[in-house]
């Protein structure tokens, strides 16, 4: 992976707060950065505005993000969630998620005469584009991933009949291939930095000359919040990482965390859901957060947090992002710059 993120100001210096030598050392370390990235902020300013310029009901395929508190929020304001495109009425509008769709979602779509915004983030469809163009001149896709997400499902979609996932290494072993030097890897953008690299070099073994994508598929937001968790990781007896069950990203920051020496991690939506019994004999609590999880949550554990006398909070900032996207296509002019509500 590249050193420093597109959109991403490495931190001048990064300092880890040391514990207190002596008594009362309850104290919080946050990462930064964590929260929203800017595919996620893009998605939900897209339903915000076609709920502003259509009224509801709005029709969103999937969960617009992986965060139940931002599906609850939007449904509450009369956005209806579907599984598929054939639930949604002929002739009405649908969002399609940040995730991304295969290009058969689109055309069918197209066939029920629905109107589409497409929130896919630019670095998923970046990542299509290289599916579509490895598959053009040929090569056999190994694409890293996460089997049933639906960021793979859009992605492989591009090119079935050249895409195969390689989720585990039994994958790897698996995998067959028509001409071993005509492979080429590439990746989910949500995925551990560390384990992807582990796959790679396990696919390299098999296939030396397989082709790096052109450029990183884990996108800058994956790896800095990884980044950021990991520079506290080892001075944190527990790590609570705010991010929901079905967020492949905040769930890779707790394994990534426990990977980098925290005593404990977990995974909360919200802050109630912490279970005082993990708080025994700790002393310093890390919180992060996943790229969908809008920083009111937590605000939120903080605050429960600071009740329960773990008010010293200390951000620990390995670098600042600056990225931002313009609005899909089928809403610009409506308001850029526009910030999401729910945050
Ligand atoms: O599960 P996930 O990490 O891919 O998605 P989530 O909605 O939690 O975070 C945003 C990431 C996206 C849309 C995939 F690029
Ligand atoms: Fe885009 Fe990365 Fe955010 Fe996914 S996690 S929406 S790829 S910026």
């Known amino acids: 992976m590249s050193a420093a993120s597109p959109g991403t100001e490495p931190a001048a210096s990064v300092t880890v707060p040391a514990r207190p030598t002596s008594g009362g050392g309850k104290r919080v370390l946050l990462a930064k950065p964590r929260g929203y990235c800017a595919g996620v902020d893009r998605a939900v300013v897209a339903v915000e505005k076609a709920l502003e310029l259509y009224g509801p009901p709005v029709y969103v395929r999937k969960e617009i993000v992986h965060n139940r508190h931002v ?4 449904r509450q304001r009369g956005v209806i969630f579907v599984e598929e495109t054939s639930e949604v009425p002929e002739g009405a509008l649908v969002v399609f998620s940040a995730h991304g769709v295969s290009p058969a979602v689109h055309e069918e779509a197209k066939a029920r005469d629905l109107r589409t915004i497409d929130a896919t983030c630019p670095l998923v469809t970046k990542v ?12 056999d896709i190994l694409l890293i991933g996460h089997e049933g997400h639906e960021e793979v499902e859009g992605t492989s979609g591009e090119a079935p009949d050249r895409v195969q996932l390689v989720d585990t290494a039994e994958d790897v072993r698996k995998v067959t291939v028509r001409d071993p030097s005509k492979v080429v890897w590439l990746s989910q953008t949500t995925l551990s930095v560390d384990e992807t690299m582990e796959r790679v070099d396990q696919l390299r073994e098999r296939f030396p000359e397989i082709a790096d ?16 968790v990991k520079a506290m990781a080892a001075e944190c007896d527990l790590v609570l990482v705010v991010g929901s069950r079905n967020s492949s990203n905040s769930k890779r920051l707790v394994e990534v965390a426990l990977q980098a020496g925290a005593r404990a991690a977990r995974l909360v939506d919200y802050a109630h859901e912490v279970d005082q019994a993990w708080l025994e004999g700790v002393e310093t609590v890390g919180v992060t957060s996943g790229a969908s999880v809008p ?22 900032t390995t670098a600042n992002e600056k990225i931002a996207f313009a609005l899909p296509r089928e809403l610009r002019g409506t308001g850029e710059g526009a910030r999401s509500s729910v945050r």
């Open 128 to 139: 299509h584009r290289e599916v579509r163009r490895f598959a053009g001149e040929d090569y």
């Open 213 to 228: 994508p052109p450029s990183d598929d884990i996108c800058y937001a994956t790896s800095n919040r990884q980044v950021a």
């Open 71 to 74: 599906v609850d929020t939007l």
């Open 295 to 316: 920083d009111v949550l937590v605000m939120e554990l903080l605050e429960w947090l600071g009740e329960r006398g773990w008010g010293d909070v200390q951000e620990v």
